[in-house]
């Protein structure tokens, strides 16, 4: 079972392409070449208030459900870094492992994982540091997020491979995912 998170703001689906370029490649490449187009358009119904909406699509081959519910987001100032071998190249609805590490957070707010010395993904979001000119992000990420790729290809991030060892050269780090856009952390911390 796999799962999309996708952004309502006041009834309108945000960024839509993009979750359904990952939801085609993901049904196609886990359930074969053969399965049905399913138009995300056509399938989400957002209820018309205002404010925004997290919307959670589960899916297989077909859709299985999608719910609906007001957002708020989680507060994140500091990350511990994790280090762990975990893959998660799709978007998958059972998150056992990426839980366990979330529960080694301690006093953080959560986790930022480290893959062979070099830094991946947070528990909920992709990561990108400025080192006072550019915005770059791990060039590879657990999982390539939909706000990381429209933010890649509009040439605003940069993706390339970032040591731990390099972390405390930047000037600051941002959370981007599909429900919080981009978003810059000030006097954040990550730490071991």
């Not at 366990?100 to 994982?113: P, Q, R, Y």
């Not at 890649?152 to 995912?177: C, H, M, Q, T, Y």
């Amino acid at each position: 079972m796999l799962f999309e998170t996708i952004c309502i703001q006041n009834g309108s689906i945000q960024h839509l392409s993009y979750h359904q370029t990952r939801f085609d490649r993901s049904r196609r490449e886990l359930y074969g070449e053969e399965v049905p187009h399913i138009d995300l358009g056509d399938a989400i119904r957002p209820p018309s208030t205002k404010g925004t909406l997290k919307c959670r699509i589960l899916y297989t081959k077909e859709i299985e459900s999608i719910d609906y519910s007001p957002y708020s987001p989680r507060r994140i100032k500091r990350l511990k870094l994790v280090d762990s071998t975990i893959a998660y190249s799709h978007k998958f609805a059972d998150r056992e492992e990426i839980d366990e590490l979330f529960g080694m957070k301690e006093d953080a707010d959560d986790i930022l994982i480290v893959r062979n010395g070099l830094v991946t993904d947070t528990s909920i979001a992709n990561i990108a540091f400025y080192n006072g000119h550019t915005w770059l992000t791990p060039k590879s990420p657990l999982l390539a997020g939909t706000t990381r790729q429209r933010l890649i290809k509009s040439g605003f991030l940069v993706p390339r491979d970032i040591s731990v060892d390099e972390i405390e050269r930047f000037e600051r780090f941002a959370l981007l995912n599909a429900m919080v856009g981009f978003e810059p952390i000030e006097n954040g911390i990550i730490y071991r």
